[in-house]
């Protein structure tokens, strides 16, 4: 357990449905990420948030993708009108800007999604 | 944006040294290597970071020759608990490196009775 949580774990939802994913990080951490991974690659960097700021969004983000920080604390990603290409699994991370290297990211169990 | 090249998969056996070498032929000046773990079912998990010579910690060692342009993950005395995924980045902090921290593939490793 490294201290990221996610809700849920598994998501089974009809294409054409939303559906919202949740990320409580590690509580001193004031980076926190969220990444996609397909079977057999590595994590797809989404977008990250450091406190409540969204700083940075892959080039490769639908717009039907959206993730917000409120308060700088929990994190949620939400994807509208799911398509059978967004199963994936959804992985969040967090670190810390802090007395610790940015690279040395702590990742949840992830939230698998699968959209039928 | 340094790319990094790794062997798709390796076989080991329990009890042995096990070396994974990642190619970064254009790191950068400021890059650090970093290399993550990942369990079926789980998410990555930190396990070096290293800038030249020699790293060590309590689960592996990185070895990275004076040039920077590759870099060895060692695991000591392998177990089956060991068989994971291994990622190899290379990156600068400072940067909005977001789009920047990039997975490739990874290394298959699998430990062998």
Redesign the interface.
């Given at each position: 357990d490294?201290g990221?949580s996610q809700d849920p774990r598994h998501k089974i939802t009809k294409r054409g449905q939303n559906v919202t994913f949740r990320c409580d990080p590690i509580s001193e951490h004031n980076r926190l990420?969220w990444?996609r991974q397909t079977l057999?690659?590595?994590?797809?960097?989404l977008?990250?948030f450091q406190n409540e700021a969204q700083?940075?969004?892959?080039?490769l983000l639908s717009d039907r993708f959206s993730a917000e920080r409120p308060k700088g604390s929990f994190s949620t990603l939400e994807i509208q009108r799911t398509e059978q290409g967004d199963s994936a699994m959804y992985?969040?991370?967090s670190s810390s800007t802090w007395g610790g290297?940015?690279?040395?990211?702590?990742?949840?169990?992830?939230t698998?999604l699968t959209v039928t | 944006l340094a790319k990094t090249t790794q062997p798709i998969s390796m076989d080991s056996y329990e009890g042995q040294e096990v070396n994974i070498t990642c190619s970064h032929n254009n790191i950068a000046t400021n890059d650090?290597i970093?290399w993550y773990q990942q369990f079926p079912?789980?998410?990555?998990?930190?396990i070096i970071?290293g800038y030249k010579t020699k790293v060590t910690n309590e689960v592996a060692s990185l070895f990275i020759p004076a040039d920077r342009k590759s870099s060895t993950l060692s695991l000591p005395r392998v177990s089956l608990s060991d068989t994971a995924?291994y990622?190899c980045?290379v990156?600068d902090?400072r940067d909005?490196?977001?789009?920047n921290?990039?997975?490739?593939?990874?290394t298959r490793l699998s430990v062998l009775p």
């Open positions: 490294t990221v990420y990444y057999g690659q590595g994590p797809e960097f977008t990250y700083l940075e969004k892959s080039r992985l969040c991370a290297t940015a690279y040395e990211q702590y990742f949840g169990p992830g698998r | 650090y970093t079912s789980q998410g990555p998990r930190f970071q995924v990622y980045l990156g902090e909005n490196y977001g789009q921290f990039v997975f490739g593939p990874g």
